[in-house]
């Protein structure tokens, strides 16, 4: 999370990571959630104003911010939690594969619980 902020965001801030942990530490259990970058997006869909687009070159989903005007349903539409909120800035935090460098990847190197594959076309 902390790579991802300052990747996205040039500071450690854990609100402004795109992925989140959830921690249940009673059972010694993390749940990662994550934008998997579905091929029938629901966040594209769900959104009035066609803010979010499909990146042609790495798949993932982009943001338009000028567009954007903060109404979260993108928010609601993500069946996996993987869009997050900046209610500072009011514009949703979704990944966008870094680029096709993924900071979080990088960041895990032990024990590697993220991995960067890419399992679908980019026409999908
Ligand atoms: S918050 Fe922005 S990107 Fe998300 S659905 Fe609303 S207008 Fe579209
Ligand atoms: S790929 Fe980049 S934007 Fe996406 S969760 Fe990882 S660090 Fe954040």
Known sequence: MLACSLAKEGA???PLSRIRIIRHEEIAEFTPKVCVQCS???CITAC????LSR???TGAINLDRDACMGCRQCVTACPYGGVQF????NIPLICDLCGGAPACVEACQLPQAIRYVQYASKEA
């Open 12 to 14: 450690f801030s854990l």
């Open 40 to 42: 029938d997006a629901s």
């Open 48 to 51: 009035p104003v066609g803010a």
């Open 55 to 57: 990146n042609a070159d």
């Open 86 to 89: 900046d209610p500072i800035r």
